[in-house]
């Protein structure tokens, strides 16, 4: 048996941590995986290092999907793992497999089927095409509609890349509160940026938007300085960081996001500040492990508190660490996608 998993690219958040992390981890535990990028000239340079400094034997880059010559180097014990494919996988493809009795798994952390019109009708269709679905959360997994064949796993970080790191005993202007995340999500960050920014200017606290391009006007209040996101160095880069933040709207679409910027603070051993909104109230116990501040007055008291008390910061911080080791590890993570692929082998295509 094999695991197949295609990806966007390299630099797609999903990719890497939902792919091609979860892929490695497989390999590990001795299950053989092959990773391929759909579009890497839309979604990424294949001629970047491995990621994660991986064998390159992993990593199968094509040009698309639908150029795989009659998908004839899939192995008939292959167990095919793909993402996000309202666009990137044909449904023919999908057909074919079913027809060969190839086995077929559709892993989905976002709420895509909110993106654009149609997009309900066709992830549904998805859904019924597939063998399992996996989903990153709760509510990712109600929206598929399908109980008997959907797994709840969540989105996992590598906690040995992402070491803890010593909190620092500062506070008021030497404290820096942090987001990181594509700068499509800045309308995110927005939307508790006025709180945000009250905090900052009563504690004197500094903010960086590390992300790939430099904020917007929308995020004038932070007065944010901005670091440019690289693979090489984002460990690094957050490890700056004091405090963590992830701002949500509570809107359909925030509902289906899987906290992973979260999950990166944490595991870093930082409090993370975040709204209660889709995975983050399953993340975060408020008060142990981060704040779940609900108000822009509920923000602006949760980030002052956390600048001003840096012992807080350190108990929340390891507090989180811990949490992060035990449920969203990528050793934790990668035995249940085992779980799911050994089920699916196991079974009748189309079952």
């Known amino acids: 048996m094999r695991a197949v998993f295609f990806v966007q690219g390299e630099r797609v958040p999903a990719a890497r941590v939902r792919g091609i992390a979860v892929a490695r981890a497989l390999e590990a535990r001795g299950l053989p995986c092959d990773v391929r990028v759909a ?17 390159r034997s992993l990593y199968t880059p094509v040009t698309a999907l639908a150029r795989i010559a009659q998908l004839r180097d899939l192995r008939a014990d292959d167990v095919v793992i793909f993402q996000r494919p309202m666009t990137e996988l044909p449904m023919v493809l999908l057909e074919r497999w079913a027809g060969r009795g190839r086995k077929t798994i559709f892993d989905f952390d976002d709420a895509i089927f909110e993106r654009r019109w149609g997009a309900r009708a066709k992830f549904h269709r998805l859904v019924r095409l597939v063998d399992r679905v996996v989903a990153g959360n709760r509510y990712l997994a109600a929206a598929a509609q399908a109980p008997q064949k959907t797994s709840i796993i969540p989105t996992a970080v590598d906690t040995q890349r992402f070491g803890a790191k010593p909190a620092r005993p500062v506070r008021g202007r030497d404290v820096l509160v942090g987001w990181t995340g594509l700068s499509g999500n800045f309308h995110q960050l927005a939307h508790r940026a006025a709180a945000i920014g009250r905090a900052l200017r009563r504690t004197g606290a500094r903010f960086v938007v590390i992300s790939d391009r430099p904020p917007t006007r929308a995020l004038a209040p ?7 996101w690289r693979p090489e160095t984002e460990v690094e880069d957050l490890s ?9 709207p509570d809107g359909p679409y925030e509902r289906g996001k899987c ?3 979260l999950l990166q603070y944490m595991a870093l051993g930082r409090p ?5 909104v889709g995975a983050n109230a399953d993340v975060v116990t408020d008060g142990v492990d981060g704040l779940l501040p609900d108000s822009d007055q509920d923000w602006e008291a949760a980030l002052t508190r956390l600048i001003e008390e840096p012992e807080l910061r350190r108990q929340m911080g390891a507090a989180a660490r811990r949490r992060i080791e035990s449920a969203y590890s990528l050793p934790a993570v990668a035995e249940q996608y085992a779980a799911v692929i050994g089920e699916v ?3 009748p295509a189309g079952s």
Do not use: E
């Open 272 to 276: 993370g500040v975040a709204s209660p």
């Open 222 to 228: 932070l007065g944010a300085s901005f670091v440019p």
């Open 259 to 261: 906290a992973f910027k």
């Open 345 to 347: 082998a196991a079974q």
């Open 39 to 55: 579009h890497p000239s839309v979604y990424g340079d294949t001629r970047l290092p491995w990621p994660l400094n991986q064998p």
């Open 240 to 248: 700056r960081i004091d405090i963590g933040v992830m701002p949500l």
